[in-house]
């Protein structure tokens, strides 16, 4: 945990996702202190017309490189979050050559009672975690 989703245009092989996820990863280690093993990603690529990432009026373009990293997570900090951004940036232009303009970032916050990791229990709740 955290849980990211990663949303792309379409095209990219197994390599360039898998180099990809790992960049992010380094940087939810890294940013959020968590764990190697505590890694939960999904990725979905679309279709260019089915992803619509504009700038929300900042005045840059957006590429078909375009990714879109939502973050399901207990709650961090603003210095953990800013520095999540950060490190995403540096991880996929330096491992995957993505430009920080093609990089959008959403953290929504839930609670220890919002996690199950198997067997049908609440793991933070139980004290486990």
């Known amino acids: 945990m955290p849980l ?24 939810v280690v890294k940013a959020f202190d968590v764990p190697e093993r505590d890694r939960y990603q999904i990725v979905s690529q679309h279709p260019a017309n089915e992803l619509i990432i504009q700038d929300t009026g900042l005045g840059f373009e957006r590429s078909k490189d375009v990714v879109v990293i939502s973050v399901t997570s ?6 953990q979050k800013k520095e999540f951004y950060q490190l995403v940036a540096e991880e996929l232009e330096k491992s995957c050559g993505i430009t ?6 959403s953290i929504v916050t839930n609670g220890a009672a919002d996690w199950s990791f198997g067997f049908g229990e609440a793991q933070f709740l139980l004290g486990q975690l």
């Open 4 to 27: 990211i989703r990663v949303d792309v245009v379409e095209g990219r092989d197994e390599r360039s996702l898998k180099e990809l996820l790992d960049a992010i990863h380094r940087a």
């Open 74 to 79: 207990t709650e961090r900090s603003t210095k």
């Open 100 to 105: 920080s303009n093609n990089i959008m970032i």
